[in-house]
């Protein structure tokens, strides 16, 4: 690894060393390969598990503003949003993804 006198580089060497001890909610295998499909010809274990981060952030956010629209829905209906269960259709992820990237679409 090169060292450089950017002020930066430590910064990165710990988050290089939180990663050892983070597991994300996608197997690094799966990681690995996804990276090696891409192009990636020898991917990192910390490049790997950054993208399980990234991944993980970006799902993460869907299904929350999936959540919040299911919520503000049931309210717009008058009906009870103390529900602990709801159902997460391709519909509504759809709905979500075309509101949060609509000036991807157009």
Do not use: C
């Not at 910064?11 to 390969?33: C, G, R, T, W």
């Not at 981060?53 to 919520?71: C, G, R, W, Y």
């Amino acid at each position: 690894m090169v060292q450089t006198n950017n002020p930066n580089n430590d910064e990165v060497q710990s988050f290089i060393q939180m990663l050892k001890n983070y597991e994300s909610v996608f197997p690094d295998a799966l990681l690995m390969h996804i990276m090696h499909r891409s192009g990636v010809s020898k991917p990192s274990e910390a490049a790997a598990r950054t993208l399980g981060i990234a991944a993980q952030k970006f799902v993460s956010d869907i299904i929350n503003d999936a959540l919040a629209l299911t919520e503000l829905r049931e309210d717009a209906k008058g009906g009870i949003t103390n529900r602990e269960t709801f159902i997460l259709t391709q519909d509504l992820v759809k709905e979500v993804l075309s509101h949060r990237f609509a000036d991807s679409f157009h």
